[in-house]
């Protein structure tokens, strides 16, 4: 996998022998095992449930059983009629992609602001985005659905229902965490080369655009995925917010999951291929983007 | 370095998706300018309704159906919209509501018509709207008891039926040597009692449903004269409601009735428990469980029923009870104040109730009409649905209140704390009077603020 | 200011490949001019990711506030401005007639539980999976995937399993255990606990995974010519550079936890169970189910100024924000 590649070339082998190999070992190898094993366990039995009921029949999940009694590999093919996902999934990429883009564009020239000048008012300004994560999502959601409204009677656009909608919430929420990412990466990189950028005369924007964001693209990506799952895992804005065409999947998975609760037996199985379909997209880009989540929190290290 | 190339494709793709979807989005209806002849060429009606877990595709197919055919008709068309759940519905009318936009017009589950017209922002139905619809006769009488607080304030059209009933295995009872279910509740706890054998229960119940509990506590209570909402006053301290608990809680505790799992089924597992054969009665379900049952391996073999009407420890019908054997049940439309369109939208809702509309809805979605004629026509060829329009006709609708949300709530609340300590057998009357004058309080107190 | 430890760590870039590593126990001179410059600032690059909070944010929770303050229900909602001021006559109500205090408190001890537990397990992962071995990439990958489940579908397959005759049953039933029930009465909230825990221990491990990399070789090399023991060895060199990321990781999921409302409402339900009605479930039923707005809107405000003000003061005390001012004599 990629991890051979980002292994910082200090900790590579040198010949030396024992104590150098060995050297950056953190837990003895039986409890390093044990400690593996265990989580593979906790995570996979869950997981490999999911898999097994996706292809298992409607009547044996409901009756509790593990294993499948017949292969229902069908309901993969047929979850893609019940259900809305093409739609859901393309509405989800471009919305979480673009807000995942323009969140961490924002996130960087904020952060590098936060981070480089002094200022009145700048520790609060920090603190507030943590104190941001605390508000809840609940109390948001009548508000921002009546700043919305009055605005497209305002200014005579329509805003809810369409994609731009979520765009701009999604952007706004994920925005203090992001930035928070950046300001921990951007506070561990060196100075240097700005200082002798600025000497040179350069501008902030020409310092921003041409040494900082290549430097940062660890920290660029991280904070560009946790805005991504913001927007890709949101149900309670989406909710409201989207009508049929713009329905993400999140929302499309969690109709199909809740009209299944009244009437009939519900489908399961086609329940979990859409969620496992639905999951697919974000355990790719987290596979793509792996080297780069653990590196870009590591460079500036959380301090 | 691969992470930019890639973020570049995602943020072209994503930018695109944008600019293409700003495009859709400046497509608004202009305002309409009503006129006798209803011209909606260039138009769209917006129109929510619940989204159809049996048969998603069919459901599809009849949006655009009904779309085309509108088309014809008025030159509008109509986008349809769906939400998943009743909380979902909530959701939705409330946001609009609020904010003054949305959809023209709502197909609502019944119940929830009183919320709708406690909020002021649908339309109160004149003689003039009721004419461009077709008229009040056109739909059967009974499915207008829930369409406002009396028949001069009206905001619900009736667009579908479904009242409750009762699914029984026949070969089950047969076998038992039943020959007809029992018409009180007390007669169907102890033929449940007899039709319980090994892993075969009874009846299939689903004691963690979100709604299902409260329609029998509810049933329970009026057969016994207590409508739960009489007038100003919330009566959950009644002994009839404590009566109706006390009866539903039994099936799982005292007489064992109903799977021990059942504690934590929602509706759709206790129709699965009767699918597979494992229980002989299905009380509170309704003609759409047919779709399941048909396809499953009880199909031939079952039959809808009335539920008793008879309360809980009588013999018959006390004086002031009413034998109700089901809640109005269904869905009403309403007609959004804000609506620029309401003129089109009753023309939509004409067009839905109409005879022949209504017939083709009930053979795609398997929900009764609401149109008389419609109704009378299905009822001559169709025994097995008999006893369902049987209900439809005895049905009672629920009080006409601003507070039955709560007070369902609070119904459905007593059920959900009493779980815990049902499943260990051990639930005490004097507990769940305590649970019940909770209810009270909080009911009563909605019940004060109702306007 | 900063802590006298030795080993507090510099910070060392290896994505810059920066010349400017220090030895173990150092840390660079501060030069002069080297803070953060006070000419020059571009203050309108924080413009548009300020003005998107304000208006996305801080105005809609004005408007919040303005509604805690109103008799705002199904009665008025149409006409939301002219719905009748009634001052803290709601906070009052939420505090005296509701379980508001009882949802707090189960939400507070549930965040607190939850990402207590959290902790020593990402970091258990994360000390686990930094040595290389074969496979390391995939157990990686693996142990992300509870992370990266819509908490919509981690609640439904949870309550499918969790359900009485689920699996969950039918194994402990296996082993001789009879459990009871999950998705109701006291083991609900262990149940919620135990979920919560699943889907959300990855981001304490990214987090951890993190901090891990910034300790240098030297640090290493220096505990293993001390013969350090390997628990010696994290307890006084490794830890104390965790420090950082830990208590970033508490306070967000800590947050997120008490903020949740997806999982409990997909686990549980409504009407919630006693033992799980949490806060976020509450003010959503007060909300959008008894269409009590502005009591809704007061329980929630509540909530956020109970919650904020321990959080300011856990800022303060662990200096996460000061960064470099921070250590500014």
């Known amino acids: ?303 | ?451 | 200011m900063s802590t006298s430890t030795p080993v507090k760590a510099p910070a060392v870039t290896r994505a810059s490949g920066s010349p400017t590593g220090s030895p173990v126990g150092g840390r660079p001179a501060r030069r002069p001019g080297r803070s953060p410059s006070e000419r020059n600032r571009p203050f309108w690059m924080l413009a548009p990711g300020g003005i998107l909070m304000v208006i996305i944010i801080i105005v809609p929770l004005a408007i919040a506030f303005v509604i805690s303050l109103l008799d705002l229900d199904q009665y008025t909602l149409r006409s939301w401005l002219q719905a009748p001021f009634i001052g803290l006559q709601n906070y009052l109500e939420a505090v005296t007639k509701s379980s508001l205090l009882r949802s707090i408190w189960i939400s507070v001890s549930y965040a607190a539980i939850a990402s207590a537990v959290t902790l020593p397990i990402g970091v258990a992962a994360a000390l686990a999976t930094q040595n290389a071995f074969r496979g390391r990439g995939l157990v990686r990958s693996i142990f992300l995937i509870p992370y990266v489940l819509p908490a919509f579908v981690v609640g439904t397959v949870w309550r499918t399993m969790l359900q009485p005759g689920g699996v969950v049953d039918a194994g402990l039933t296996g082993l001789g255990i009879h459990a009871g029930l999950w998705l109701n009465g006291p083991q609900s909230y262990w149940a919620l606990i135990a979920v919560q825990i699943w889907s959300s221990w990855p981001f304490f491990y990214l987090l951890v995974l993190a901090g891990l990399q910034s300790v240098d070789q030297e640090v290493h090399e220096a505990a293993a010519i001390d013969g350090a023991g390997w628990w010696t060895k994290l307890r006084h060199v490794i830890f104390p550079y965790l420090k950082g990321p830990v208590s970033l990781a508490l306070i967000i999921s800590f947050l997120h936890n008490i903020n949740g409302f997806t999982l409990p409402f997909v686990l549980f339900g409504v009407p919630a169970p006693e033992d799980v009605n949490v806060l976020p479930v509450l003010t959503y039923i007060t909300s959008f189910q008894s269409f009590r707005f502005g009591l809704s809107a007061a329980m929630a405000v509540a909530s956020l100024v109970l919650i904020a003000i321990p959080l300011f003061i856990y800022l303060k005390a662990v200096r996460l924000d000061t960064g470099e001012e921070g250590k500014r004599p």
């Open chain 1, 1 to 303: 996998m990629t991890e051979i590649l980002v292994r910082p070339p200090l900790l590579g082998r040198k010949p030396t022998g024992r104590l150098n190999a060995d050297v950056t070992r953190l837990l003895p190898k039986p409890l390093l095992v044990t400690i593996v094993v265990i989580l593979l366990l906790a995570v996979l039995v869950p997981l490999l449930y999911i898999v097994l009921a996706s292809v298992n029949s409607d009547v044996s999940v409901a009756s509790g059983a593990f294993f499948p009694t017949e292969l229902h590999l069908d309901n993969y093919l047929k979850v893609w009629t019940t259900v809305d996902l093409r739609n859901g999934l393309i509405n989800s990429v471009i919305v979480s992609g673009s807000v995942a883009i323009i969140c961490a564009a924002l996130a960087v020239s904020s952060a590098y602001v936060l981070v480089r000048f002094a200022f009145r008012g700048r520790l609060t300004v920090l603190r507030t985005l943590v104190g941001l994560q605390s508000i809840p999502g609940t109390l948001m959601l009548l508000p921002v659905f009546v700043l919305f409204a009055s605005l497209a009677s305002a200014l005579g656009i329509q805003i809810i229902g369409t994609r731009w909608a979520l765009f701009i919430t999604y952007i706004t929420f994920a925005l203090p965490f992001s930035t928070w990412v950046m300001v921990t990466y951007l506070r561990g990189l060196p100075r240097e080369l700005e200082e002798a950028a600025r000497i040179d005369g350069a501008s902030s924007w020409r310092i921003l655009t041409r040494i900082i964001v290549p430097l940062s693209w660890p920290g660029i990506v991280v904070s560009a995925i946790f805005a991504f799952l913001l927007g890709w895992n949101d149900v309670l804005f989406a909710s409201v917010m989207t009508d049929r065409t713009s329905r993400t999947a999140a929302v499309a998975l969690q109709v199909f999951g809740a009209t299944q609760e009244g009437g009939a037996i519900p489908l399961y199985g086609q329940m979990m291929a859409a969620s496992l379909i639905c999951a697919l997209p974000v355990v790719v880009l987290y596979l793509v983007f792996q080297r780069y989540l653990v590196g870009g929190l590591t460079a500036g290290g959380v301090k």
């Open chain 2, 1 to 451: 370095m691969k992470a930019r190339h890639a973020l570049g494709a995602i943020a072209g793709i994503a930018i695109l998706g944008l600019a293409l979807q700003g495009c859709a989005g400046s497509t608004t209806p202009a305002p309409a300018s009503s006129s006798t002849k209803i011209d909606g060429t260039g138009k769209t009606l917006d129109v929510m309704i619940g989204a159809n877990a049996l048969y998603p595709a069919e459901q599809k197919q009849w949006f655009q159906d009904v779309s085309d055919r509108f088309e014809k008709q008025t030159g509008a068309k109509v986008n349809f919209e769906t939400f998943a759940s009743a909380n979902d519905e909530l959701t939705k009318i409330q946001t609009s509501v609020l904010s003054g936009q949305g959809p023209d017009l709502y197909n609502l589950g019944s119940t929830f018509t009183p919320t709708a017209y406690s909020t002021g922002a649908f339309v109160q139905l004149t003689e003039a709207d009721w004419k461009k619809i077709g008229g009040r006769d056109k739909f059967i009488p009974g499915t207008l008891g829930i369409s406002g607080p009396d028949a001069k304030h009206e905001v619900g059209i009736p667009f579908a039926s479904r009242p409750f009933v009762m699914a029984y295995n026949k070969d089950l009872l047969a076998a038992a040597g039943i020959d007809k279910p029992a018409t009180t509740w007390d007669g169907l706890t102890a033929q449940a009692k007899k039709l319980t054998t090994g892993d075969t229960y009874g009846m299939a119940l689903a004691y963690a449903d979100s709604y299902d509990p409260w329609k029998f506590v509810w049933a329970m209570s009026l057969q016994a004269g207590n409508p739960i909402l009489d007038g100003k006053k919330a009566r959950f301290d009644d002994p009839t409601t404590l009566k109706a608990y006390q009866t539903y809680f039994s099936w799982l505790t005292d007489e064992k009735v109903v799977d021990p799992s059942a504690i934590g089924w929602k509706n759709a597992q206790a129709v699965a428990a009767f699918a597979s054969g494992k229980a002989a009665f299905l009380p509170m379900t309704t003609s759409t469980s047919m779709v399941t049952l048909d396809k499953s391996a009880v199909a031939g073999k079952y039959a809808y029923a009335l539920m008793p009407t008879v309360p809980p420890g009588a013999k018959t019908t006390p004086k002031n009870g009413k034998p109700a054997t089901s809640i109005i049940s269904g869905d009403n439309m309403v007609v959004a104040k804000y609506s620029k369109n309401q003129d089109l939208a009753f023309a939509l809702v004409n067009m839905l109730t109409s005879a022949s509309s209504q017939t083709s809805y009930q053979k795609l979605f398997g929900d009764l009409p609401t149109n008389a004629a419609a109704a009378k026509k299905l009822e001559d060829g169709n025994a097995a649905l008999a006893p369902v329009i049987d209900s439809a006709a005895k049905s009672v609708g629920t009080p006409f209140s601003g507070a039955w949300g709560d007070t369902q709530l609070a119904l459905v609340n007593v059920v959900v704390q009493s779980i815990p300590s049902l499943s260990t057998g051990s639930l005490k009357v004097s507990d769940l009077k305590a649970k019940l004058a909770t209810a009270q309080t909080a009911v009563q107190a909605a019940l004060d603020k109702a306007k």
